[in-house]
Structure formats: C-alpha cells, structure tokens
C-alpha cells in the first residue's frame, strides 16, 4: 500500500513559502497578495514544479468557498460606525460603480478585441468589481492607517460588490448562450431578488447564529468552528435559493462582529487566521491554474484594457458614485486609484470556461492581466497615494499586550489585562490621573508577581499589568493608553498630516486668526474654531478631515463620542517634505481655494 503524500507535501511546502516570502514583500513593499498568486504560477504547468491543474470546475468550488470566508472574516472586522459612514457610498460604488466601470471597460474591449458589445460587456463585467481579499489585506500591510470615511469606503465597497459583478458576468454568459441581443425583464428581476434576498438571509442568519453560539454549551474551542461552519451553511444556503450567498456571508459576519456573544475573542483570532489561510490558497490555486505561455496572444491588447479600467473606466465610475455624498476630490482620488482587482475578477473568469463560450480563454486570460496590473501597479503604491493626499493617518497602537480574560455578556463589560509599555501614556501616572474611558475602572495592578495596594502605589512603571473592567467599544481607547505609539518615521510623517500645531476644539476662532493673521469671515466672530471647522466640512466629521482656511488647513485631529470634533489641527507649508512634493501641495492648494476641485 502506497502511504506517500505528494500533493500533501507539495502543499504545505508552498504554504510555507508563500508565508515566509510574505515577510520579504513587507520589507520591500510588494503587494503580498501579488506574492502568493507568483509562487502559484511558479509552481504551475510553466514552472519549476511544472504542476499540472486545469480542473476549472474544482478551482470555482473552491474560490468559492475560499471567498466565503474571507468575506465573512471581513464583516467580522467592520464596526459598525465604520459600515453606517461608509454604507451610501459603498452601496452606490457597488451598483452604479460596477455598472459604469462594467461599460466603459466593456466598450474599450469590444473595440479593441474586435468583439461584439455583448462580449466586451462580459469582459468588462468580470473586472468590474473591487477584490475583498486585495482590499483587506492591501489597505493594512505595513501598517497603513486611512482616514476613516476612505478605509470603510474601500472596505465596505469591496464586501458588497461582488454579487453586482457575478450576476452581471451570469448574465451575460447567459445572453450570449441563448443568443439574445438584450436582457429582458426577468434579468432585472432576478437581480433584486439576488440583492434583496441575500441581504435578509445574511441578517437573519448572523442574528440565528448569534443565538446558536450564546445557548450553545460547547468546549471553547468549538465555538470558532462553529462560527465558520455557521456562516458557510448561510452562503450556500442562500445561493440554493438563487440568493447573494456572498452578500448574506458579509452581513451575516457584519451583524456577528457588531453584538455580544461568547468566546468573541477566540471566533475573531480564528477567523483572522482562515482568513489568512484562504488568501494564501486561493491565490496559489488561481496562479497553478494560469498557464503563462497562453497568455502571450492576448498580452498587448489586455494590458490596453487594463489601463482603460485603471485610468478612464474606475475613476469615471468613482466621480459618478462619489459626487452626490459630497466627497472631496482627494478622497475620490484615492477612491479611484485603489480599485483593486484581485481573485475576484479571476474567479469569475472561470465562469465563462465552465460555460463553454467560444473565446472563453480570451476572457480569463484578460481577467489575469488586469489583476496583474492592478496588484502591481496600484497594490504597490497604496501608501504612497495616501500619504500624498494627506489621508494616512498615525497608526493605531496594536493591542499586543492586551488579554481579555472575561467577557460579560449580560453586564456589557470586559475584564482585560494590559501590560504597561515603555513610552505608553500611563507611564509615570498615578490611577487617579489615568484618562479612562467611561464606564471603566482600573480593578487591579501586579508588579513582579505582586499585587499592589490601590492606596499607595504612586506610579504606574513599565511592564506592570493591569487588570481593568471596560465595555467592549472602547477596547480601543485602552489600548491606545497603555500601549507605546510607533516610533518610526513613518508615524511622525502622518503625525505631521494631522498638522504641526493643535488647539482644542472650543477655541475661539478670532483669537487664533489675530494670533496668525489669518482671515476671519464677518459672520464667525463669535463662532468656536471646532464649529467653524464642521462648517468647512459640511458633513460628519472624522480624523482627517480638513479645509483650507486662507493660506493654511485646519484638520480634524480628534473626534469625540458624540461624533463632534474635539481637537483642530492647524498645518501649515511643512518644509521637510521634498520640494516636489511640496510644489504638487501648493497647486493643489491653489485649485482647492479657488473652488476648482470641490
């Protein structure tokens, strides 16, 4: 009896690989999603491996199933303050963004190809939607830290688009099958029922679920497990009755990630890690079923198609979404240039393979040169375009050295321990100094084993623990508290985004247009510097937000529960950013003042 494992091997060698090469992108930048679909193709049919797969009907169960949970982890992670600020705008990117970018990507490659409008249609459907898993992972590598109403934008945009993407590329399988010239209006139909359907199968599902886990008297560590399995019966459940399994996925994890259950720090590291684990086999498997010899005769005119979606048909589409929700120009900008196309637009190429359709190669074929060209091209520069339109924010502190201990549901309170860190801002304080969160109280402090007396402990010194009670959404806050703030340069550059100087936000506007010799508008006399500031803004203000006044900005520095801003942020010309990029500011400046971009 043969008890060799060859594909076992095989597979947890690459696993391996794909994670320690994953190390060498972080230091050099690469898109690490660009990484894992390389050594995919490496080890293909054209490789060194020379690993023979082109089994598309097995590569579109398991992209399925693989995406499934990546979107589930994503609504796992998505607050919901983020997915309220973020959800009209990601929902009009998701309908009428996909639309758009599907046809003007389409027009360019029925005229490029030589395709009829149908076919260029399919085309531009298959790369019309932005990739969860290029997203999710793209926009955090390297510790990247977006002002809030762009990162939830991008995020909840990428979880909800996909059912717009798949039921036009079905679609348009279908019409070209049965020989239609126009979809009738039972397409239309079927769409909502899709949307509608999948997004009450996804709330109602996430919310069983939650019940399933709080009455479920399981061992702990079940709890993860039955969480995954939960939210896989929910997707395939709701696509056997032609619902948005991949919508009911990403709520389902939405409504999971946002309510109190047990064992929710377990289900959170769990998941994180499958997550991680589809990414790295989704990629690998999608880069094995590439053959690369056979994507020489549609290389030139697919990497025109490419730069039609990069440049033209994405930010026409983001300009149409964006403009009604009064987004600024640098956070459409960045909007348009992170369209990443990721498994998704691969993925749905199989569709087409398994259809039968004549040119159906041209189509995957395409569908990998646009995911090539977005993950190199635009994957690469994330921090770079952020950092440029001043939407990279300081980075949150990781909470490395927070445990939660126990979670009390019926109380809505946590008992955490935080290690103090060198350089965190309870260093040196006294409890009664501490700036806690509400509701919170400090219950317990140990150091070197011993527990100290409340009364007569002075400071707090590195490398205490202490044990706090704290409702879960300011979890947060604590962290930021005892853990140390990045010390690299990169954390003092978007420090200096926020601006050189700050004054709260009750500050008197007068006073500090006296104090800089800045103009003062004849109706804000009497007004406070934070109420002049949302003004500008005009909308609910997040960190980051800013509006010229005069020859400076003033930018939302910090915001408080309450959701009004609590500290201003006054930038002026910083000169220690390289003179081109300080030219590109003052034009930008120029044209903002003027009016000419709002």
Avoid: K
Wanted: hydrophobic share 50%.
């Amino acid at each position: 009896m043969d008890l060799s494992y060859p594909f076992v091997l095989v597979g947890g060698v690459l696993v391996v690989l794909a994670i320690l090469l994953g190390q060498l992108s972080n230091r050099i930048g690469a898109p690490l999603l660009l990484v894992f679909l390389a050594l995919g193709m490496l080890a293909g049919e054209d490789g060194p491996l020379g690993i023979h797969f082109d089994d598309v009907g097995i590569a579109y169960q398991l992209g399925s199933m693989a995406l499934a949970i990546i979107l589930f982890d994503g609504g796992l992670r998505t607050p919901t303050a983020n997915f309220r600020i973020a959800l009209w705008p990601s929902l009009s990117l998701a309908t009428v963004g996909v639309l758009a970018t599907a046809a003007v990507t389409g027009v360019a490659a029925s005229w490029i190809f030589g395709l009829t409008w149908l076919q260029g249609l399919l085309i531009g459907a298959i790369v019309s939607s932005t990739d969860a898993a290029a997203v999710f992972v793209l926009l955090h590598q390297r510790g990247t830290e977006l002002q809030r109403r762009v990162g939830a934008t991008l995020e909840t945009e990428s979880g909800i688009n996909d059912p717009m993407a798949i039921f036009l590329t079905v679609a348009c399988v279908e019409l070209i099958r049965s020989g239609q010239a126009a979809p009738g209006w039972e397409v239309a139909g079927h769409f909502l029922r899709e949307m509608i359907g999948g997004g009450l199968i996804g709330v109602a599902g996430g919310y069983a679920l939650i019940w399933l886990i709080n009455r479920a008297e399981v061992a702990p560590g079940l709890y993860p497990i039955l969480a995954a399995a939960g939210g896989l019966v929910i997707f395939a459940g709701a696509a056997q009755v032609h619902a948005s399994g991949f919508l009911a996925v990403y709520l389902a994890g939405l409504v999971i990630g946002n309510n109190r259950h047990r064992a929710a720090s377990m289900i959170h590291r769990f998941h994180d890690a499958l997550a991680w684990l589809s990414q790295i086999l989704l990629f690998l498997m999608l880069g094995l079923l590439v053959t690369p010899h056979r994507l020489v005769p549609d290389i030139g005119e697919a990497l025109v198609v490419a730069a039609a979606l990069v440049l033209v048909a994405r930010p026409l589409a983001t300009a149409i979404s964006l403009t009604p929700f009064r987004m600024s120009w640098r956070e459409q900008m960045f909007i348009a240039w992170v369209g990443l196309r990721g498994a998704v637009p691969i993925f749905l190429a199989i569709i087409p393979l398994l259809a039968g359709l004549p040119g159906a190669q041209t189509y995957f074929n395409v569908a990998f040169v646009v995911v090539l060209v977005s993950l190199t091209l635009q994957g690469w520069t994330v921090v770079s375009a952020a950092r440029l339109l001043h939407l990279e924010l300081p980075p949150t502190p990781e909470p490395a050295d927070r445990m939660e201990l126990v979670p009390m549901a019926s109380m809505n309170r946590d008992i955490v321990v935080h290690r103090v860190a060198p350089g965190s801002r309870a260093l040196d304080r006294a409890l009664g100094e501490l700036h806690l969160p509400p509701r919170t109280r400090v219950m317990a402090v140990i150091r070197e084993g011993v527990v100290m007396n409340r009364a007569t402990l002075e400071r707090l010194a590195a490398e205490d623990t202490v044990l706090a009670i704290v409702p879960p959404e300011h979890h947060h806050n604590l962290d930021r508290l005892f853990a140390a703030p990045p010390g690299d340069g990169r954390f003092r550059q978007a420090e200096q985004e926020l601006g050189e100087f700050s004054f709260p936000a009750g500050s008197p506007l007068a006073e500090l247009a006296l104090l800089y010799g800045l103009p003062l508008p004849p109706d804000a006399t009497e007004v406070t510097l934070g109420s002049y500031l949302q003004r500008l803004v005009g909308r609910r203000p997040v960190v980051g937000d800013r509006s010229a006044w005069g020859p400076v900005e003033l930018v939302v520095r910090e915001v408080d529960e309450s959701g009004d801003i609590a500290v201003v942020g006054l930038e002026v010309e910083p000169q220690s950013v390289p003179r081109h990029r300080r030219r590109l500011r003052r034009w930008l400046r120029v044209l903002d003042q003027r009016g000419a971009l709002r």
